[in-house]
């Protein structure tokens, strides 16, 4: 755990992972992909950049997927505000838009 109370990944755990990760996506071709936190979007969006500045926006997976980084869930439990603004109210306009898109997508 980082001094912030955050739980840090080892890269060497992340690159032993990625190859079978990798293989699954392929394997499953999902629609939606959902980065949950700051390590899934480190490992998955080049030039990672914090989780706070890129939730809630659409990145294009090479499988043809569309990827959204979104809060982990351990980060909105230590956040119990559901104020606008809040990481709970951003997320919940996250999951709003992902039904949108997921309505979008299986039509």
Known sequence: MSSSGQQK?????????????????GALKPR???????????SFLEGARSITRVRGQWFDEPYGSKM??????????????????????LMWQDIKEIKRVYDEITM
């Open 9 to 25: 990944s080892p890269s060497g755990g992340k690159k032993a992972c990625r190859e079978y990760l990798d293989i699954q996506v």
């Open 32 to 42: 939606i992909i959902l980065l949950c936190g700051n390590i899934a979007v480190q």
């Open 68 to 89: 959204m980084p979104i809060f982990h869930p351990s980060y909105l439990l230590r956040n119990d505000s559901r104020e606008k603004g809040s990481p709970k109210w």
